[in-house]
T-cell receptor
Framework: GAGVSQSPRYKVAKRGQDVALRCDPISGHVSLFWYQQALGQGPEFLTYFQNEAQLDKSGLPSDRFFAERPEGSVSTLKIQRTQQEDSAVYLC?????????????FGPGTRLTVL | GQNIDQPTEMTATEGAIVQINCTYQTSGFNGLFWYQQHAGEAPTFLSYNVLDGLEEKGRFSSFLSRSKGYSYLLLKELQMKDSASYLCAVRSPGYKLSFGAGTTVTVRA
């Protein structure tokens, strides 16, 4: 079956531009996560949704970052007034349900470069 | 907070065995995951440990000691396609995964 997909795969933005990154989770997956991965580092948690509810946004670096999942499936991560430090790979992951050993399945990521 | 340490790089020969260690200090523990990530690709799930001991899955095995805050991933019969980054991740009570920086394994012919 289809895995997690993300678009675009690559995005180049000029500093100050707004960007929107899309995540299509595996069909039927209740939980959705966004992570930020800097070069040579492991992913860092940004935010978590259970269905359409955003239950945790403690990892969002600033109020320029906003995420939504209005119908409980597709999610969008928006970054306003991009800065050079926002350059990273943004990974989306989904899991079927929220239980002890539930595995998160990752998408290929969107590589954002801010010039 | 979470502190997860793993070596930055390891090199091994095709057909050999490599052991990637991971130590962690976390404010809570709800399982440890290992992921494989090839350059430019998604992390893919390899293994999960929540109880002490060894979990074996084909050429890959993972070990956990909760009292020592220690895990390792053992890769046997190395193949060239195993060249990748290996990520250790600890789940806090709940759902949040905290990742180490990853270990880049290079397999030489």
């Amino acid at each position: 079956g289809a895995g997690v997909s993300q678009s675009p795969r690559y995005k180049v933005a000029k500093r100050g531009q707004d960007v929107a990154l899309r995540c299509d989770p595996i069909s039927g997956h209740v939980s959705l996560f966004w992570y930020q991965q800097a070069l040579g580092q492991g992913p860092e948690f940004l935010t978590y949704f259970q269905n359409e509810a955003q239950l945790d946004k403690s990892g969002l670096p600033s109020d320029r970052f906003f995420a939504e999942r209005p119908e409980g499936s597709v999610s969008t991560l928006k970054i306003q007034r991009t800065q050079q430090e926002d350059s990273a790979v943004y990974l989306c992951a989904s899991s079927l349900i929220l239980v002890f050993a539930d595995t998160q399945y990752f998408g290929p990521g969107t590589r954002l470069t801010v010039l | 907070g979470q502190n997860i340490d793993q070596p930055t790089e390891m090199t091994a020969t095709e057909g050999a065995i490599v052991q990637i260690n991971c130590t962690y200090q976390t404010s809570g523990f709800n399982g440890l995951f290992w992921y494989q990530q090839h350059a430019g690709e998604a992390p893919t799930f390899l293994s999960y440990n929540v109880l002490d001991g060894l979990e074996e899955k084909g050429r890959f095995s993972s070990f956990l000691s909760r009292s020592k805050g220690y895990s390792y991933l053992l890769l046997k019969e190395l193949q060239m396609k195993d060249s990748a980054s290996y990520l250790c991740a600890v789940r806090s009570p709940g759902y949040k995964l905290s990742f180490g920086a990853g270990t880049t394994v290079t397999v030489r012919a």
